[in-house]
């Protein structure tokens, strides 16, 4: 839009923000300093500098940016300012999550941080730990953030990354603590580091690290040892390095069974960590033969997870199409809406913005799959916010009028 109209953003105080546009902050500012700490729509400026990912598009202008926050912080400008993600949420997404993890800005995270901006807003260290460069981490960590009572340390596990988990032991947290609730969702709460190393594919090293630091090796969940979960999600490398450090290695009759294929195995008589794991395998790209092995022997395949995820949708939103293509030869329940309120089609929508890559993925292979067993709700074109699928969405509606409807869940 700025290549066809040049003059788009002039005179808009929040668009020249967020296009880092230092004379044009500076002069407005100039002639009227309220602006600084005046909403620019739903955000206030800080906001629209810390949430923009100009920077990606014209990293040239990735100084400026700092230069228009130290513009802004210098008329008033509060360095902890947020805004909820949705009307009326108490939880604010801060103005450091927007620079360290929303943008990955480092310039303009410092600059925050300097600035007095608290790193305990119960966001910014969580999605650091999702960075694999570890900056914004180490920042935030030099800043006082505290791992304590989040569930960073777990998200770091999800990588398998052990220099980050290193950091927040190294930072005062406790391995021992568990996870306690979070904004984002309550998917590991209490679940204990040993588990979710097993459950997360970590490697040796990472156990030995957590052992080391004195993480408790005898913990159970839902009646299930860290060893019997490494073996139920494939995790061999986990369960040997759990038997060679100590931990139990019993797995309960039913899960035996179940782990052999050696069916019918009873669902009911299995823990809730062993009935929910279609849905858990249903994103691991290699998990599909362990997943067939595991429902032709018993395990329920429709099954909500602790989200109301069913596999077909969990499988779609990793963007799994040969996974998705396994569930749905079993005919699920294309109509369920799950915890989150969403469908299978916008599972798929909303996992081609957010979900981590992975190998295999292919959204628009899954979209496919999907808009061949149901309508189209023309809210869900209006929410792609990526490109391929938008596109996709679109010539599909144009190719097939009478699949689109003009209400649904997006």
């Known amino acids: 839009m700025l290549e066809a109209y040049p003059a788009l953003a002039e005179g808009q ?6 296009l880092y546009d230092v004379d044009a902050v500076e002069a407005m500012l100039a002639r009227d300093p309220a602006l600084a700490t005046t909403a620019q ?4 400026p800080i906001l629209h500098v810390c949430f923009s990912k100009y920077h990606h598009m014209a990293p040239e202008k990735s100084a400026d940016a700092v230069k228009v926050a130290r513009l802004l912080l210098a008329a008033g400008a509060d360095p902890d300012d947020g805004f909820p993600a949705e ?18 800005h480092m310039g303009l995270t410092r600059l925050l941080l300097e600035a007095g901006a608290n790193p305990n807003d119960n966001e910014s260290l969580y999605h650091a730990s999702e960075q694999r460069d570890l900056k914004a981490l180490a920042m935030l960590l030099e800043h006082g953030a505290r791992p304590e009572g989040t569930n960073a340390p777990f998200r770091a596990m999800d990588f398998d990354d052990l220099r980050a988990v290193e950091m927040m032991l190294d930072a005062g947290w406790d391995p021992n603590e568990g996870v306690s609730h979070h904004p984002s969702g309550p998917a590991a709460v209490g679940l204990s580091v040993m588990h979710h190393a097993a459950q997360r594919g970590c490697g040796a090293p990472m156990f030995d690290l957590l052992a080391a630091r004195g ?16 073996l139920l999600y494939g995790n061999e490398a ?5 038997a060679r450090l100590g931990a139990p290695t019993d797995v309960p009759e039913p899960l035996a069974k179940l782990l052999a294929g050696e069916g019918p195995v009873d669902p009911n008589l299995l823990p809730d960590e ?11 790209t290699e998990a599909l033969p362990r997943l067939e092995k595991f429902i032709a022997a018993g395990l329920e395949w429709d099954r909500p997870n ?15 199409p040969e996974n998705m293509a396994f569930f749905l030869k079993h005919k699920p329940d294309l109509a369920h809406i799950n915890g989150y309120g969403g ?15 992975v190998a295999n993925q292919d959204y628009i292979a899954c979209l496919e799959m999907a808009l061949r067993e149901g309508a189209l709700p023309r809210p869900a074109i209006r929410h792609a916010g990526r490109e391929d699928v938008l596109a996709f969405l679109e010539d599909w509606a144009e190719r097939c009028p009478g699949q689109v409807v003009a209400h649904g869940i997006a």
């Open 41 to 44: 729509g739903i955000r206030r």
């Open 343 to 357: 469908t299978l089609l916008s599972m798929i929508i909303h996992g081609s913005e957010n979900a981590p890559s």
């Open 215 to 230: 993480a408790r090796l005898d913990v159970q969940r839902n009646g299930l040892g860290a060893c019997a979960l490494a």
């Open 274 to 284: 062993a009935r929910d794991l279609a849905s858990e395998l249903a994103g691991f």
């Open 87 to 104: 009307p009326g949420e108490a939880h604010l997404l801060s103005a450091l999550y927007g620079a360290s993890g929303h943008t990955c």
């Open 13 to 18: 105080f929040g668009l020249a923000c967020a």
């Open 306 to 320: 602790r989200m109301g995820m069913t596999p077909v949708q969990a499988a779609g939103w990793w963007g799994l």
């Open 238 to 242: 986990g369960a040997q390095a759990l």
